[in-house]
């Protein structure tokens, strides 16, 4: 079967050979002999999410102290000695006001 490339370097392949491998959206593309070898990838949220901590070295102990981290109260703002070093905010913290839909909502339960 033939497959052209466009002009914006795209490749359009039949429907019969996507078929025949199964629903996949990504293809691995490998040039070897100057054949293309196309691979269906079944791409999960666990697997991106490991590729990206594969990437940045992170060990289970990294994550770990991590969470721990994230996990410690948080200290009183005027004892603290924690914050002393923090930059202020680079924006302003506005209070948000409830969308009218849910006021008049709230209003006729009460």
């Given at each position: 079967?033939l497959a052209k490339?466009?002009?914006k370097n795209?490749?359009?392949l ?5 078929q025949?491998?199964?629903?996949t959206?990504y ?6 002999g100057?054949?293309l ?5 079944r ?6 999410v490991?590729a ?5 070295d992170?060990?289970?102990d990294?994550?770990?102290a ?6 410690t109260p ?11 070093n923090e ?20 209003k006729?339960?009460?």
């Open positions: 079967m490339i466009t002009a795209q490749l359009t039949p429907k019969s050979l996507t025949a491998v199964g629903a959206e293809f691995d593309v490998e040039a070897r100057g054949q070898i196309l691979t269906p990838v791409i999960q949220r666990g697997d991106a490991r990206k901590l594969a990437e940045l992170l060990t289970q990294d994550m770990a991590a969470v721990a981290w994230a996990r948080a200290p009183n703002s005027e004892s603290s000695s924690a914050m002393v930059p202020a905010a680079a924006y302003d913290v506005m209070p948000v006001k409830p969308k009218k839909a849910a006021a008049k909502k709230a006729h339960k009460a």
